[in-house]
């Protein structure tokens, strides 16, 4: 069932009401398709460095498991406990007008242990596993980012559908209502005026 038009006067002050709102919205509708644009693009840059940060991720889990039998015998040195970040620092940066978390750094335990007491392989064990653990908090941060620009270009496509098939197409049909009705009652009223133009000589020539 389709929709009922809603009610508009259909006077001169509605019609200029009408055409001023009709050139305000198709004014934004670019500036919205341009900012679609450049949350699409800022996306697609942000799956690029999403992917390289986990073929990182990927390489450093391959690599520790295939070693990952020596940990038990690392001359007592807890490479995992060394391996989790003390402190994670994080920011905000602004892409295509949006607030989006930014990975900055993180800090990892000293590692106070004697390099002649410990097992050689001691050394980068600890080394590929905080590269592990810092690329999977970079993922965290990139997945979040992502996240909320998604959901920000999500809102963005809905206003430009929004003004596209209904509030430009909408403000066009009233403006086309309200220009038919003035036309006919503009026609009506020269008709009436010669109406009784035709009256007022017949009856001076009756007189």
Do not use: C, H
């Amino acid at each position: 069932m389709p929709k009922p038009m809603k009610k508009i006067k259909l006077t001169w002050a509605e019609l200029r009401q009408q055409r001023s709102a009709l050139e305000r919205f198709e004014t934004y509708l670019p500036l919205l398709r341009l900012r679609e644009q450049l949350l699409q693009s800022a996306i697609l840059e942000v799956e690029k460095e999403y992917q390289a940060t986990k073929r990182t991720f990927d390489a450093f889990d391959t690599k520790i498991s295939t070693y990952s039998a020596v940990f038990k015998d690392t001359s007592g040195v807890n490479t995992e406990a060394l391996s989790e970040p003390e402190d994670i620092r994080t920011g905000l940066t602004s892409i295509a007008g949006v607030k989006v978390p930014e990975f900055l750094s993180a800090v990892f335990p000293k590692a106070g242990y004697s390099l002649f007491a410990t097992a050689p392989w001691a050394d980068e064990a600890l080394s590929d596993q905080r590269a592990k653990k810092l690329s999977r908090l970079q993922l965290e941060i990139l997945e979040t980012k992502l996240s909320v620009l998604r959901a920000e270009l999500k809102k963005v496509v809905q206003l430009v559908n929004l003004f596209e098939k209904i509030i430009i197409p909408e403000s066009k049909e009233n403006i086309r209502r309200i220009r038919i009705s003035l036309s006919d009652r503009m026609t009506a009223a020269v008709v009436r005026a010669k109406i009784a133009k035709e009256k007022t000589q017949e009856r001076k020539k009756e007189s």
